[in-house]
């Protein structure tokens, strides 16, 4: 059975930065993506980040040049740096894996979810 478990979460002052992490158990493969998503005003959740197999990228606008998605593949384990946080930034963050190819931003194409870690950024 896969399971995502994400930690890392936090509160922290707006300019500060926060490292999230997403252990992946039960779930090894050569051809998949993972990415982190959050829920967004008018939509049920965006995409922020995501990472395929061949380390191709694909960042929301709002965080491109904020945001990396570093993934330890010996660890099975996707991290979600973030810098220069702003209050916007405020929302729980899921982790999602999906078998496949292509960096997609899509929540619609993700099969496994995790359950969440809160990040909240203070002005």
């Given amino acids: 059975q896969v399971q995502l478990v994400e ?3 936090g509160s922290v002052q707006a300019g500060g930065s926060l490292r999230l992490s997403c252990g992946a158990f039960g779930y090894t ?6 990415g982190w998503f959050r829920p967004a005003p008018g939509k049920e959740r965006e995409g922020v980040a995501s990472i395929d197999s061949d380390g191709r990228i694909s960042y ?3 965080v491109k040049g904020r945001f990396t998605i570093p993934k330890d593949n010996a660890k099975n384990t996707l991290y979600l740096q973030m810098n ?3 209050p916007e930034d405020t929302a729980m963050y ?3 894996a999906r078998y496949g190819w292509a960096p997609l ?3 619609r194409e993700y099969k496994y979810w995790g359950q969440g870690t809160q990040v909240t950024v203070s002005s």
């Fill in 7 to 9: 930690s890392g979460g």
């Fill in 29 to 34: 493969s050569s051809n998949d993506v993972m």
């Fill in 60 to 62: 929301a606008d709002s």
């Fill in 84 to 86: 220069s946080l702003k």
């Fill in 94 to 96: 899921y982790c999602a």
């Fill in 105 to 107: 931003l899509l929540p």
